[in-house]
């Protein structure tokens, strides 16, 4: 069975922080890891990553995979209010189309 | 723009009655869409796999007798809710593989149930 595993569950920080937020998982036959962020309507996309060690970076949020441990983080620098939300990892497999989810992380970020 | 729609984005129904969802691809075929469902401060649990002009594959757990999947057109999946109770009150939501390969899933924008 799939296996999508968060850390940290929630997280309060100040604007202006720095955050790491981790993504660990089993699956067979993987395709892609996928990180999306919740506000209160469906998931929007943020980004996809297929190979290990390549950087995706879209203004203050970038993304890498470790293919060998499995292992992915998203970092969200100089953090707005605006970042509050959920953020959801969430794993394909070849071939299946559908996505495993993990169980989220829950960013605060204070004023 | 969107390019799968939900409707109803959000309903309120009694106890015992159907409540009916739709998901709709646009301006593209969906042969297959997933439905999720997510309860608060919780992550998206996939319930079932909808195919156009077959039966729905359902995950472990979800009974399909009290969540109806039809998908009879290449455009359109419904998901009814039979018989509700307010246990199945959650936030489900709809979305269909995009046509370009190696991309992520197209959701709808979720609809959010209660039953009372």
């Known amino acids: 069975e799939d296996k999508v595993v968060q850390s940290p569950l929630s997280l309060v920080v100040h604007e202006g922080d720095t955050v790491t937020l981790n993504c660990s998982y089993e699956?067979?036959?993987?395709?892609?890891l996928l990180w999306y962020k919740q506000e209160k309507k469906a998931p929007t996309f943020l980004f996809m990553l297929t190979s290990s060690g390549i950087e995706k970076k879209s203004g203050r949020l970038s993304s890498i995979l470790d293919k060998k441990e499995l292992f992915s983080i998203l970092n969200i620098t100089a953090t707005q209010t605006g970042d509050s939300a959920i953020y959801l990892c969430?794993?394909?497999?070849?071939?299946?189309?559908?996505?495993?989810f993990g169980d989220g992380t829950t960013l605060t970020v204070k004023p | 723009g969107a390019v799968v729609s939900q409707h109803p984005s959000w309903v309120i129904c009694k106890s015992g009655t159907s409540v009916k969802i739709e998901c709709r691809s646009l301006?593209?075929?969906?042969?297959?869409m997933f439905w999720y469902r997510q309860f608060p401060k919780q992550s998206l649990m996939l319930m079932a796999t909808?195919?156009?002009?077959?039966?729905?594959?359902?995950e472990q757990g979800v009974e399909k007798d009290k969540f109806l999947i039809n998908h009879a057109s290449l455009t359109l999946s419904t998901l009814t809710v039979t018989s509700a109770h307010p246990e199945d009150s959650s936030f489900y939501i709809c979305?269909?593989?995009?046509?370009?390969?190696?991309?992520?899933?197209?959701f709808g924008n979720g609809t959010r149930l209660t039953v009372t």
């Open positions: 969430a794993v394909d497999r070849a071939n299946a189309g559908k996505s495993t």
């Open positions: 699956v067979t036959n993987f395709r892609s």
């Open positions: 909808s195919n156009e002009g077959s039966k729905a594959t359902y």
């Open positions: 301006d593209f075929q969906a042969t297959t």
């Open positions: 979305s269909a593989p995009s046509r370009w390969p190696n991309s992520p899933l197209h």
